[in-house]
């Protein structure tokens, strides 16, 4: 049964919602890392005297960075179903468009030209 316009334009919404939630996600982690980090340990380190806290937390901190960032790479394009902000051979995250079909980021349909919105 072929979906509606409608339905194809609530289902273009959502994907854009999602991608929209994963940028923010991962851009409060990459802002909050130096002081966040530093917060962290300090209170590891009142609640337990320890002097390995720090670079435990960076680390960890720096794999939730990853994490967040392989999700967000591996978002894909409502129109062709391929990766957005990955082609092959690179990841571009401040990506416009889609890096297989040149869909326009936040594009009410799967037929706008690239850049209409």
């Known amino acids: 049964m ?4 409608y339905e194809k334009n609530l289902a273009f919404e959502a994907a854009w919602r999602d991608l929209e939630r994963r940028s923010r996600m ?3 982690l990459l ?7 530093f917060l962290l340990a300090w209170v590891i380190n009142t609640l337990f ?4 806290s720090l670079p435990l937390v960076g680390i960890v901190w ?10 967000m790479a591996r978002f894909a394009c409502p129109r062709c ?6 082609n092959w051979y690179f990841f571009k995250p ?13 594009a009410k349909s799967g037929d706008a030209a690239p850049g209409a919105d």
């Open 2 to 5: 072929p979906e509606t316009i």
């Open 26 to 28: 991962l851009w409060l």
């Open 31 to 37: 802002a909050a890392y130096l002081p966040g980090t």
């Open 49 to 52: 005297p320890q002097h390995t």
């Open 62 to 71: 720096m794999a939730a960075i990853g994490w967040v960032g392989f999700h």
């Open 81 to 86: 179903g391929a990766t957005f902000f990955e």
């Open 94 to 106: 401040l990506r416009n468009t889609c890096a297989h079909c040149d869909l326009a980021r936040r």
